[in-house]
């Protein structure tokens, strides 16, 4: 799933990627299809958990990218 302006990037709201074992390959192979996302910030969520490190990935695995949140 992904949200906001990252959406924008990748022309999509979600995509299926298929033999992604963690977050920093999951990152790459996004990178290489969508240059523009290495300039962006954004928050992944993986099974609607937050993560701020690699994380290994499952068949079936739900990643969210979120554009950042300010508070209020």
Request: charged residues 20%; negative net charge.
């Amino acid at each position: 799933m992904i949200f906001g302006q990252l959406a924008d990037i990748v022309n999509d709201h979600e995509l299926t990627l298929i033999d992604i074992a963690d977050t920093n390959n999951l990152v790459n192979e996004l990178n290489k299809r969508f240059p523009a996302l290495t300039q962006a910030r954004y928050v992944m969520a993986v099974d609607k958990q937050t993560i701020t490190t690699n994380t290994n990935l499952k068949d079936g695995s739900t990643v969210a990218l979120l554009p950042p949140f300010s508070g209020g």
